[in-house]
Antibody, heavy 120, light 108 residues
């Protein structure tokens, strides 16, 4: 059974950089899936941030593209999110998720989510 | 960007009733690559339906999806107490994946 677990600071200062890691267990991150980040502001809906393939190909939401970097470390079986110049609008629960396959991009596995608060 | 509009925003129903949730896309969803998720408070979303009408593993058959092009529907027959939650549609046919804003199914 594949499991995903987010980790990282729960509090980031405004204008700083948000950094999160998603550890994958029960399966290889080098398998035929894409690895995603999705966020959810408290009490609001879901927003897709971006994705990365096992080979390192990335695809980002244009609304965040200038500030986002997603990377992958196959040796550690994890992938990471970096979001720069954060503001209060970036306060959200951040989820990592895995696509069903490398060509069906719906999410069949999710992490439990981690709340990141941007403070002034 | 494909904008997904879900309606209604909130659905108030009693256990045993049928829920009909709508998801309308601003343009045609490629290959009907439309999924539905259920989310309960404090939990991650859970995949229910993919490809507009295929049930995910372990999902009860009271959940069904239908539709094509720009209009999609999630139907929940005979609501169980554990079905009261927020439901999101998600299109994954374009390189910019998008979600609807959600429909809350609450107990009447």
């Amino acid at each position: 059974q594949v499991q995903l677990q987010e980790s990282g600071p729960g509090l980031v200062k405004s204008s700083g950089t948000l950094s999160l890691t998603c550890a994958v267990s029960g399966g290889s991150i080098s398998s035929s899936h894409w690895w995603n980040w999705v966020r959810q502001p408290p009490g609001k809906g879901l927003e897709w941030i971006g994705e990365i393939s096992p080979s390192g190909t990335t695809n980002y939401n244009p609304s965040l593209k200038s500030r986002v970097t997603i990377s992958i470390d196959t040796s550690k079986n994890h992938f990471s999110l970096r979001l720069t110049s954060v503001t209060a609008a970036d306060t959200a629960i951040y989820f990592c998720a895995r696509t069903a396959t490398s060509w069906y991009y719906y999410f069949n596995y999710w992490g439990q989510g981690t709340l990141v608060t941007v403070s002034s | 960007e494909i904008v997904l509009t879900q309606s209604p925003g909130t659905l108030s129903l009693s256990p045993g009733e049928r829920a009909t949730l709508s998801c309308r896309a601003s343009q045609s969803v490629s290959s009907n690559y439309l999924a539905w998720y259920q989310q309960k408070p404090g939990q991650a979303p859970r995949l229910l339906i993919y490809g507009a009408s295929s049930r995910a593993t372990g999902i009860p058959d009271r959940f069904s999806g239908s539709g094509s092009g720009t209009d999609f529907t999630l139907t929940i027959n005979r609501l169980e107490p554990e079905d009261f939650a927020v439901y999101y549609c998600h299109q994954y046919g374009s390189s910019l994946r998008t979600f609807g804003q959600g429909t809350k199914v609450e107990i009447k």
